[in-house]
């Protein structure tokens, strides 16, 4: 049975319809968990965010504290698609999906990628950046149940709102954009459980990109190289690659077009649909 990639997505935009066209030809079983507006997006099966809320989740929400410089209702919705994945997952009886970002794809087929064991991108040993990224990953039962567990005991009973303190203090005192997010979460609960970091070199020496505009990698904050903000790609063979600062190509499996990133996710698609057809 393949493993199911699974999309949650408010909104109707062109890059959603893109990314779900391309990773419809690496796994069989495509899921966007959306609303009314993206009902035509091209996923395999289509389920509404609205019917997938829970009486936690709702609690959740009104017990939510804003540690960002982002607006409370994007931060609030980042935190709440875990809530709506667990409850998928427990209606769908299943212990484990492939999540990705509505702005990212899958370079080969899923089930090569993945086997169900937790797997997603951390920015290693950082407690002030403390950056967990499920843009890509393979997300289990055990994995959903801490995170809801952990947003109760941090924003709702508070007996562990000192683990992100520091980091609170860190963006206060330093004026430094950003603070605490659902990716400061994913952080601390690589600690917590073992997770299988996806920015590492694999066994066969590919990896994972954690955003197409960041250098970094399984070599630290620069192992990749950039050209005009944009890690330097080649193509070969219907397989990507990204140069390493070194001049080293590293083959990659997925490639997030995170932010104005988006804008090149429909050319870059076409390119590789041409070069598979040509």
């Not at 495509?30 to 965010?49: K, M, Q, R």
């Not at 607006?71 to 875990?82: H, I, L, T, V």
């Not at 299988?196 to 070199?201: C, G, P, Q, R, Y």
Request: aromatic share 12%.
């Amino acid at each position: 049975m393949t493993i199911p990639i699974v999309f949650i997505h408010k909104g109707n935009q062109d890059y959603l319809h893109h990314a779900i066209q391309h990773v419809k030809k690496h796994c069989r079983r495509v899921v966007l968990i959306g609303d009314d507006t993206n009902l035509s997006a091209g996923a395999h099966e289509h389920y509404n965010i609205q019917d997938l809320y829970t009486p936690e989740l709702r609690i959740f929400e009104t017990q939510f504290t804003n540690y960002s410089s982002n607006s409370a209702d994007y931060e609030r919705f980042c935190f709440s698609r875990m809530f709506i994945l667990r409850e998928w997952m427990r209606v769908q009886n299943l212990k484990y999906v492939v999540h990705l970002d509505s702005d990212c794809i899958i370079l080969d087929n899923v089930d090569k990628l993945f086997d169900g064991t937790l797997a997603y991108m951390v920015i290693k040993d950082n407690d002030n950046i403390a950056a967990g990224n499920i843009a890509i990953s393979c997300v289990t039962t055990e994995f959903l149940d801490v995170f809801v567990q952990l947003c109760f005991d941090i924003y709702v009973n508070k007996t562990k709102l000192h683990i992100i303190q520091p980091k609170i203090d860190f963006h206060r005192q330093t004026g430094s954009p950003g603070g605490i997010c659902d990716m400061t979460l994913y952080y601390f609960i690589s600690k917590m459980i073992p997770v299988i970091n996806l920015t590492d070199l694999r066994n066969d020496m590919s990896s994972f990109d954690i955003n197409i505009h960041d250098p970094y990698g399984f070599n630290g904050d620069y192992t990749y190289k950039l050209v005009s903000g944009v890690k330097e790609l080649e193509i070969k063979d219907n397989t990507v690659y990204a140069k390493t600062v070194d001049g080293k190509p590293v083959r990659l499996n997925n490639l997030h077009f995170q932010g104005n990133g988006k804008r090149l996710l429909k050319a870059f698609t076409s390119m590789l649909h041409h070069q598979q057809t040509v």
